[in-house]
């Protein structure tokens, strides 16, 4: 089993920045391709980037490519994602998952989730 816990959300202004840090528990973190997900009141929950086991590969949504970066540290069984030139359409809850799909793009994916960090973006 893995446990995911989120930690670096906030508000942040428009054009800000905010580096969201998801550790993860367990020997077995690099087993799991990991992704973010996020969201918004009334809305279902959104992908918004995936990172492989060994952090080679990436995938992103459309509407975060070039603003945001997944990234990963497996000493420290931490995955990243790092959101520059941030939208108030960013905002939202922010979730990151495990799977053992490569670079899974839908929550039904995914097997292990964390309790999610709130992002807000005020303009």
């Known amino acids: 089993q893995v446990q995911l816990v989120e930690s670096g959300g906030g508000l942040v202004q428009a054009g800000g920045s905010l580096r969201l840090s998801c550790a993860a528990s367990?020997?077995?973190?690099?087993?799991?391709?990991m992704g973010w997900f996020r969201q918004a009141p009334g809305a279902g929950r959104e992908f918004v980037a995936a990172?492989?086991?060994?952090?080679?590969?990436?995938y992103y949504a459309d509407s975060v490519k070039g603003r945001f970066t997944i990234s990963r540290d497996s000493a420290k069984n931490t995955v990243y994602l790092q959101m520059n030139s941030l939208k108030p359409e960013d905002t939202a809850v922010y979730y990151c998952?495990?799977?053992?799909?490569?670079?899974?793009?839908?929550?039904?994916?995914?097997?292990?989730w964390g309790q999610g960090t709130q992002v807000t973006v005020s303009s």
């Open positions: 367990g020997r077995t973190f690099s087993s799991y391709s």
């Open positions: 998952a495990a799977s053992t799909v490569v670079l899974a793009a839908t929550p039904s994916q995914y097997s292990y």
């Open positions: 990172i492989t086991k060994n952090g080679r590969s990436t």
